[in-house]
């Protein structure tokens, strides 16, 4: 249920008050019992400074590789934007050749043309 909708419902609201305060009602225990769940949270505490160095020697390592890998994207960014710079001046050359060859074999065809076109002229008189 929303909490939102627990508010517009006053009954609704207070049924789920009562069942949290039933889940989280705490069985009485014996001294013993509570000094023995204590030592046991104390054990798991004790292990957090080294479990966090470990974290800690790990995280390092990580922000190590990282920085290698960021060097790397770096530096394959820099290689292809040369490649696609080269590519774009050998293009311009290619494209420059074919229209000057393109040029040429027009002049061509127009010359064979103009030819022709006088040949058939001259045998027509």
Do not use: C, Y
Not at 31 to 49: G, Y
Not at 67 to 92: P, Y
Request: proline share 2%; hydrophobic share 40%.
């Amino acid at each position: 249920m929303l909490p939102s909708s627990l508010l517009a419902n006053d009954a609704a609201w207070s049924s789920h008050i009562v069942s949290f305060q039933e889940e989280t009602t705490v069985q009485p225990r014996s001294l013993v019992e509570r000094v023995t769940a204590l030592e046991k949270q104390m054990q798991h505490l004790q292990d957090l400074p080294e479990r966090f160095k470990n974290l800690e020697t790990r995280f390092d390592g990580v922000e190590t590789r990282l920085g290698v890998v960021e060097s790397q994207i770096v530096q394959l960014r820099t290689d292809i934007g040369h490649e696609f710079s080269a590519i774009r001046s050998e293009t311009k050359i290619g494209f420059a050749e074919l229209g000057a060859q393109m040029r040429l074999l027009h002049e061509d065809a127009l010359s064979r043309i103009a030819t022709m076109t006088e040949g058939r002229r001259s045998r027509k008189r």
